[in-house]
């Protein structure tokens, strides 16, 4: 293991040391089998450090979007926001667009959305931004096709779901767009080959979260795998097993080596990935979030799953689920809502596909009424509202 890296861990453990004896060290860390004898951080530990002994010594506040649990302050020591910056400088510069070309960022600009960091890493790259942020596309759609036509921006840097709405918007030809930047959740292959083809762009997942920015982004549009950029992280992947290493495919652990503010050390961020080791680098691939699962009639179900299906038919992502009890007969009930009027053809194929992939297929009913999707602060959408629990 680098040398470097084992330095950097030695010093932040001694830094924390006094919040968690289980971070206490006898000498340095002379390798990777003592790190991985180290606890694992959860959620819940960086929501109970925070309770405990706030944000000392922050320069720059995030939170986690809450999207999958309550959201969390992150602080941030000035050397860590530098090293986040720096990272994201370095992962923009190797993006196929000529420098002072000029980006669209509809990113948030909330403390959980990372809107202002990106728009701070796209100028450190030498691009011209002007920023949006989440826009409600039904009442902005003239402002905006009249902005993309005055402005005429090479690239966008968005959530997956924006993009629809978007080039819904602006059209899909005479926009100017070269390139898309998709931030969280990756685009599904069938939808990014439609956003390819109608709208005549090349999109590039990016992969950070907001305990850390930005880590990973793909080389080459199509391409799978993110190359990642480590400057001031520290990678590993808890296996099944239990045991973690390197790279592999499991539960995806980070470490901030600068940030001093607060501990992220092993901190297990909530999703599953592939980390392989190539020539030039780790290459990563999400598989979905950890937590991304929801109960129905007593099994549990891959969120990823019902959307793949979903995408069979459906071209666009403008839609969600409802889960909640039958009045009728006390039993989980589903329905799939669809923003827009849909034709019967459609609605029935998605039935079907319902039918055919899950054993509660009959359970779902299929609506194209609906006039929005729910979304997050951060312009997410809220794939799944389960009204089980509680009566809203």
């Excluded at 850390?212 to 950029?229: H, K, P, T, Y």
Aim: one cysteine or more; hydrophobic letters at 40%.
């Amino acid at each position: 293991m680098d040398e470097n890296i084992l330095r950097q861990m030695t010093g932040l453990l001694r830094g924390f040391a006094k919040y968690d004896q289980r971070w206490q060290l006898d000498g340095a860390l002379r390798s990777y089998e003592q790190i991985r004898k180290l606890p694992v951080m959860s959620r819940e530990d960086l929501f109970s450090h925070v309770l405990k002994y706030g944000l000392k010594n922050a320069s720059n506040i995030s939170a986690t979007s809450g999207s999958t649990s309550c959201s969390v302050l992150i602080g941030h020591s000035l050397v860590a926001y530098r090293a986040h910056l720096e990272r994201l400088v370095r992962l923009y510069k190797t993006l196929p667009v000529a420098r002072g070309s000029l980006c669209l960022n509809m990113c948030s600009y909330a403390l959980n959305g990372g809107g202002r960091l990106m728009e701070a890493g796209y100028k450190g790259a030498g691009y011209r931004v002007v920023a949006l942020g989440p826009l409600d596309m039904e009442l902005k759609a003239d402002e905006l096709r009249r902005l993309v036509r005055c402005l005429r921006p090479a690239m966008v840097n968005a959530y997956a779901n924006q993009l629809y709405g978007l080039f819904s918007a602006i059209g899909l030809d005479n926009h100017g767009i070269r390139l898309c930047v998709v931030n969280g959740e990756p685009l599904l292959r069938n939808y990014k080959k439609t956003i390819e083809r109608s709208a005549g762009v090349e999109v590039f997942n990016h992969y950070g979260a907001m305990e850390i920015s930005g880590l990973a982004l793909a080389r080459r549009s199509g391409d799978v795998f993110m190359r990642v950029e480590p400057y001031g992280l520290l990678l590993e992947v808890l296996k099944d097993n239990g045991q973690s290493g390197l790279s592999g495919r499991g539960a995806l652990l980070v470490t901030d080596l600068f940030n001093r503010s607060m501990p992220v050390i092993r901190y297990q961020i909530g999703d599953r990935v592939d980390l392989v080791r190539r020539e030039d680098g780790f290459y990563i691939k999400v598989l979905g979030r950890q937590n991304g699962s929801f109960l129905f009639d007593g099994e549990v179900y891959a969120t990823q799953e019902l959307e793949s299906a979903v995408a069979e038919v459906l071209e666009h992502c403008e839609y969600y689920f409802v889960i909640r009890k039958s009045e009728d007969t006390g039993k989980d009930a589903m329905e799939l809502r669809i923003v827009g009027r849909q034709d019967k053809g459609l609605l029935g194929r998605l039935e079907k596909v319902m039918i055919e992939r899950f054993r509660f297929g009959r359970a779902v009913r299929v609506l194209g009424v609906c006039a929005a999707v729910p979304r997050t602060i951060t312009g997410k959408i809220r794939r799944i509202m389960d009204l089980r629990e509680k009566d809203i």
